[in-house]
């Protein structure tokens, strides 16, 4: 078949980074495929045609969402009106669901066939969303082995690509090269903090990390913090009697880099477990938020690692647990026990091996055969 045109949302940075992994793969059986819609710089390096940047929809939660309301409608119903004008010869929206549901139901009533990368967490609270991803897709495609089959009793055609981040990650992590990409010893313990992408998600966990880092501090140990672009000018004020490492982006280098990372949850608990780091997993929101999310919980365990393992094999530390002597507290014990830290490695190097699916090649075969249908 000719190379395809694909129209494209991903939200925010993980959504980027998972859309441009999977443009990558697609451009490789596809030379000629163009994509167009929202994205991020990930996607723009595999030639993406963006129209309004992806950090339009880096939002959390009901309090952001209500706040920027307006201007999320107006863009929707925009990009949708370009796209059915258009008619890409299918559209795929990463992630995003609270945007990308919507989007996908239009188009779909408008003839234009929908993949949906990445099915929400429905098997972790609201289940309800089931029937909107009925209405918005005619495919998904599922970045973990127990996804298609609860999507295939509600009669939605799914496939298990596994993760892209599984097969761009490698098994064996760079340990040495990140060192010396940053100028750290290898005499050094490292701890990598990571707060997440989003300015809510600063606001309310990194000074928890920073706080964490200063009752951690040892000669010896040296403390790096990935910064999104733009971010910087946001954290640094917050940093005033902390010896921390402030880089741009570079994330994966710290992962790579470090004995053990504090980490917010989200896409970044799975990059550090497939980085076979030791972490701690840590969650603060607005209170509001919290409120609204706590009761829709349908399992024990918020982060990734412990979902896919089915129990707590990593410390989760969410909302008012998570404080600077709590993380400092769990931290401290995994650096002592050089048994579990053992024992979690080889837990994540069969994460990683379920994973890795050679997710662009699935996806594309599975494209590919909706798109001839």
């Not at 992962?255 to 896409?267: I, K």
């Not at 919290?290 to 399992?299: F, H």
């Amino acid at each position: 078949m000719t190379a395809p045109r694909l129209g494209m949302v991903a939200g925010e940075a993980s959504g980027d980074l998972l859309a441009g992994l999977l443009l990558q793969g697609l451009r490789a059986r596809w030379p000629g495929l163009t994509s167009q819609g929202i994205g991020g710089p990930k996607m723009m390096a595999q030639g993406f045609e963006t129209w309004w940047p992806h950090s339009k929809l880096s939002i959390f939660g009901y309090v952001d969402a209500l706040l920027n309301i307006r201007e999320l409608l107006s863009i929707r119903k925009q990009l949708g009106t370009r796209l059915i004008s258009d008619r890409p010869d299918v559209f795929i929206g990463v992630d995003a669901p609270d945007f990308n549901f919507g989007l996908e139901t239009r188009l779909r009533e408008a003839g234009i066939k929908t993949v949906h990368f990445v099915c929400p967490s429905i098997w972790a609270w609201r289940p309800e969303r089931v029937e909107k991803i009925k209405a918005a897709a005619d495919h998904v495609l599922c970045l973990f082995p127990f996804e298609p089959e609860i999507l295939h009793k509600a009669g939605i055609g799914a496939t298990y690509v596994g993760h892209p981040l599984a097969d761009a990650i490698p098994m064996e992590p760079p340990r040495e090269a990140s060192r010396e990409a940053l100028k750290l010893s290898e005499a050094d313990t490292v701890i990598a903090l990571l707060p997440g992408s989003r300015k809510s998600e600063i606001n309310y966990i990194a000074p928890a990390l920073i706080g964490a880092a200063k009752l951690l501090a040892r000669p010896g140990r040296r403390f790096v913090m990935p910064v999104v672009p733009g971010l910087r000018g946001l954290i640094e004020p917050m940093l005033q009697g902390a010896d921390i490492q402030l880089i741009d982006g570079q994330s994966h280098a710290a992962l790579a880099a470090c004995d053990l990372t504090l980490v917010a949850s989200g896409t970044a608990t799975l990059e550090a477990a497939l980085f076979k780091r030791p972490m701690v997993i840590a969650y603060r929101m607005n209170a509001l938020n919290w409120w609204r999310m706590k009761g829709r919980g349908l399992l024990p365990w918020v982060g990734l690692p412990n979902i896919l393992a089915r129990e707590f094999l990593v410390p989760e530390l969410i909302q008012h647990a998570c404080t600077p002597e709590n993380l400092a507290r769990e931290a401290e014990a995994l650096l002592a026990d050089a048994a579990r830290r053992a024992a979690l490695h080889q837990r994540f190097v069969q994460l990683h091996e379920l994973l890795r699916q050679d997710t662009a090649r699935r996806a594309s075969d599975a494209i590919a055969t909706l798109i001839q249908a």
